[in-house]
């Protein structure tokens, strides 16, 4: 079956620097999404995207979507205390309302 | 503001019991999911529903069921609960094709079951 992975699965960085998430799919996707929880939350959705070698900017957070749909990042530029928590990625195949999710990436963010 | 409601957010159950899980939102979306989450492994996704009476099995449906008999409504079943069902339970919702948005999930608060 599909399956999303994401690297790395830890990732402790000093506030300030820099920090990128990986997540590749075993199949094409239609569109990918990235999802933040953090600890004792729920996942809250970040962004969508859609188009082959897509890149959208949230601040901080850059979002890109590989030119073959089947890999995506996120890069948080000088990361603050307040961006402490899991990302996940999550794809879905055209004709399905399924969306996979990745293993998730845990950010802990040292003041 | 939209809502997912969820039923319990704890819960501890034994062995073989019959376990339900409610899960209501309020934003007329036309899918709903189950997802459990555990340390390593991320969110799997259990069953799905994208209509009233709709459901389909996800990645790890075995030893679940669904019921969806009112759109704003769906509930996960445990016919006989296992120790190996201990997790942390999410429902979530997105709008159909016809409701337009981006598809976003909304997850509600999460149920934390302990199975004894």
């Known amino acids: 079956g599909q399956q999303v992975m994401q690297i790395p699965q830890y990732q402790h960085v000093q506030e300030g620097e820099d920090f990128t998430t990986y997540c590749n799919s075993s199949?094409?996707?239609?569109?990918i999404q990235w999802y933040k929880q953090r600890p004792g939350g729920h996942p809250v959705f970040l962004i969508q995207?859609?188009?082959?070698?897509e890149v959208k900017k949230q601040k901080r957070l850059t979002f890109q979507f590989g030119e073959a749909k089947k890999n995506s990042s996120l890069h948080i530029t000088a990361t603050q205390t307040t961006d402490v928590g899991t990302y996940f990625c999550?794809?879905?195949?055209?004709?399905?309302?399924?969306?996979?999710f990745g293993t998730g990436t845990r950010l802990k963010v040292l003041a | 503001d939209v809502k997912v409601t969820q039923s319990s957010r704890y819960l501890v159950k034994r062995t073989g019991e019959k376990v339900f899980l409610e899960c209501v939102q309020d934003?007329?979306?036309?899918?709903m999911f189950w997802y459990r989450q555990d340390p390593g492994l991320g969110l799997r996704l259990i069953y799905f529903?994208?209509?009233?009476?709709?459901?389909e099995k996800g990645d790890i449906p075995e030893g679940y069921s669904v019921s969806r008999e009112k759109k704003e409504r769906f509930s996960l079943i445990l016919e006989s609960a296992s120790t190996n069902q201990t997790s942390m339970y999410l429902c979530?919702?997105?709008?159909?094709?016809?409701?337009?948005?981006?598809?976003?999930?909304?997850f509600g608060e999460g149920s934390r079951l302990t199975v004894l």
């Open positions: 979530a919702s997105s709008a159909g094709r016809t409701g337009g948005g981006t598809g976003e999930l909304f």
């Open positions: 995207l859609v188009k082959s070698g």
């Open positions: 934003m007329d979306h036309e899918n």
């Open positions: 529903s994208y209509d009233v009476k709709m459901k």
């Open positions: 999550a794809g879905k195949r055209s004709g399905t309302y399924k969306y996979i």
């Open positions: 199949t094409t996707l239609s569109n």
